[in-house]
């Protein structure tokens, strides 16, 4: 199983930007599909975006195009989310997450699919 932290989350005007930074443990990292997941105070845990092992491919909710993009390096064993033109609706805390296997292909929005999560890093975004 992968071991992930996550890190960058912070207080942000709306408007600003965020760099979330999530760090792997483990031999596995480069053949798994990463995602980003968030929750709001009150709601269920939503998909944000995804990338695929190899970062070929790239999946965003509408509400995040355009304002969010998701890396990875695989040499550091890292997953990055740039969000810019932060929304007080973003407020949320932000989790990375492992794919559970390597034949979990992007685009994918199922928690399910993901098998390992980390701590999670809280966003607030003030308007």
């Known amino acids: 199983q992968v071991q992930l932290v996550e890190s960058g989350g912070g207080l942000v005007q709306a408007g600003g930007s965020l760099r979330l930074s999530c760090a792997a443990s483990?031999?596995?990292?480069?053949?798994?599909?990463m995602g980003w997941f968030r929750q709001a105070p009150g709601k269920e845990r939503e998909f944000v975006t995804a990338?695929?092992?190899?970062?070929?491919?790239?999946y965003y909710i509408d509400s995040v195009k355009g304002r969010f993009t998701i890396s990875r390096d695989n040499a550091k064993n890292t997953v990055y989310l740039q969000m810019n033109s932060l929304k007080p609706e973003d407020t949320a805390v932000y989790y990375c997450?492992?794919?559970?296997?390597?034949?979990?292909?992007?685009?994918?929005?199922?928690?399910?699919?993901?098998?390992?999560w980390g701590q999670g890093t809280q966003v607030t975004v003030s308007s």
């Open positions: 990338i695929s092992s190899s970062g070929g491919s790239t």
């Open positions: 997450a492992a794919s559970k296997s390597a034949l979990v292909r992007v685009p994918t929005t199922r928690s399910s699919d993901f098998g390992s």
């Open positions: 483990g031999r596995t990292f480069s053949s798994r599909a």
